[in-house]
Nanobody, 114 residues
Framework: VQMEESGGGLVQSGGSLRLSCAAS????????TTWHRQAPGKEREEIAC????????IYLDSAKGRFTISRDIAKRIVYLQMNSLKPEDTAVYYC????????WGQGTQVTVSS
């Protein structure tokens, strides 16, 4: 039972990355997937969520207009497309599935150089 993030890396300011979050090991279909991030010395913050019915909520003001959450239902993958990246987006990015319990991934590092 796990969530696995991938797609992080080093990118220059203004660049783009697409993160992936793959769900495996559980059969629940009705779950929400949320992307979070945690920068060094800061609290973890919620970025965006996609519900089982496709409803999307962007929580992070600084992500609005730059980040897009989407999913491939068949592959059980949720994506976070991040455009116009800034150095302040540098953080470890985590995904979380919620289906009566929370299941976190290990995180993927995103570093944006100025």
């Amino acid at each position: 039972v796990q969530m696995e993030e991938s797609g992080g890396g080093l990118v220059q300011s203004g660049g783009s990355l697409r993160l992936s979050c793959a769900a495996s090991g559980f059969s629940a279909d009705y779950y929400a997937t949320t992307w979070h991030r945690q920068a060094p010395g800061k609290e973890r913050e919620e970025i965006a969520c996609i519900m089982w019915d496709g409803e999307i909520t962007i929580y992070l003001d600084s992500a609005k207009g730059r980040f897009t959450i989407s999913r491939d239902i068949a592959k059980r993958i949720v994506y976070l497309q991040m455009n116009s990246l800034k150095p302040e987006d540098t953080a470890v990015y985590y995904c979380k599935a919620t289906f009566g319990r929370d299941l976190w991934g290990q995180g993927t590092q995103v570093t944006v150089s100025s």
